[in-house]
């Protein structure tokens, strides 16, 4: 299995615009997670999908902010419109739905906002 | 707020002796707890983790400790090598709830010197 496929993994883009991060989390994973690294916070989660279904979303900073999972296999995190606070480091990461296991990130994608 | 906290931003050992990275949480309905470890560009890659029936759990070079009552576990790598400079992360999990998601601490960067 080639793991958590995202893309793009560099993305620079004008303050205003909209940006569409992309997922593809490893088959047969049953949930599926957003989290953004700056030095500030850390890791923090945005939002957490399980079957597809958005579980908590109480982490997505702002309603500039939007994900989805239309399917098992694909999700977006969308930033409508971005700005420079935004710029981070954004990862998807996805684990088998029961028992104790652990969650396979991506390699992320380095978000600048100018 | 933070649940699951790194109050050492660095760390700086030499290589052969003992690293210890320290973790503490707050969410006493946390019953799995990890460490991933990330290197600069890559995403964070699982490491060692402990449930919280046991309190160590070995594997090779990597013990982590828990300690239930004082919320608080440890990563003790033995030997340390140059290889293990990274950003190492703790996590904590409640599993009861089947996906739930992991909450990370900030991490402690680990420098390893020769």
């Known amino acids: 299995d080639a793991g958590v496929i995202q893309s793009p993994r560099h993305e620079v883009t004008e303050m205003g615009q909209e940006v569409t991060l992309r997922c593809k989390p490893i088959s047969g994973h049953n949930s599926l997670f957003w989290y953004r690294q700056t030095m500030m916070r850390g890791l923090e989660l945005l939002i957490y999908f399980n079957n597809n279904v958005p579980i908590d979303d109480s982490g997505m900073p702002e309603d500039r902010f939007s994900a989805k999972m239309p399917n098992a296999s694909f999700s977006t995190l969308k930033i409508q419109p971005s700005e420079p606070r935004d710029s981070a480091v954004y990862f998807c990461a996805s684990k088998p739905g029961s028992g104790n296991t652990e969650a396979f990130f991506g390699q992320g994608t380095r978000l600048t906002v100018v | 707020d933070q649940q699951v906290k790194q109050n050492s931003p660095s760390l700086s050992v030499q290589e052969g002796r003992i690293s210890i990275l320290n973790c503490d949480y707050t969410?006493?309905?946390?019953?799995?707890f990890l460490w991933y470890k990330k290197y600069p560009a890559e995403g964070p890659t699982f490491l060692i983790s402990i449930s919280s029936i046991k309190d160590k759990n070995e594997d090779g070079r990597f013990t982590v400790f828990l300690n239930k009552s004082a919320k608080h576990l440890s990563l003790h790598i033995v030997p340390s090598q140059p290889g293990d400079s990274a950003v190492y992360f703790c996590?904590?999990?409640?599993?009861?709830?089947?996906?739930?998601?992991?909450?990370f601490g900030k991490g402690t960067s680990l420098l390893v010197t020769p």
């Open positions: 969410n006493s309905m946390f019953d799995y």
């Open positions: 996590a904590a999990s409640w599993t009861a709830f089947s996906g739930y998601a992991l909450n």
